[in-house]
Nanobody, 114 residues
């Protein structure tokens, strides 16, 4: 049975940091690219994505220089280090492993507010 579980969300003040984690089980994790998407008011955005080998990375322009995606294939986990958070980063963040038709987590809420 495949499980994808996010953690690390929460309430943080503008300028603060969070480190999101996504742990997978039941799949050959190292074969898949993976990414983080966020959703607010029904709109979804691909925030960051990382290749299966951890070398190829993509960031949306809105988070470049502030967010860093990484992965640990031995632990079957991907991370999203979010620094210099802004109010507009507030959203539910979802981990997606493989294509959008593959595996998703349940989401973790990130709220940036003073």
């Amino acid at each position: 049975q495949v499980q994808v579980v996010e953690s690390g969300g929460g309430l943080v003040q503008p300028g603060g940091s969070l480190n999101l984690s996504c742990a997978a089980s039941g799949i050959v994790f190292s074969r898949y690219a993976a990414g983080w998407r966020r959703q607010v008011a029904g709109k979804q955005l691909l925030v960051a994505r990382i290749g299966a080998d951890g070398q190829t990375k993509y960031y949306d322009d809105s988070v470049k220089g502030r967010f860093t995606i990484s992965r640990d294939n031995a632990k079957k986990t991907i991370f999203l280090q979010c620094n210099s958070l802004k109010v507009e980063d507030t959203a539910t963040y979802y981990c997606n492993i493989g294509s959008t038709n593959d595996y998703w987590g349940q989401g973790t809420q990130v709220t940036v507010s003073s």
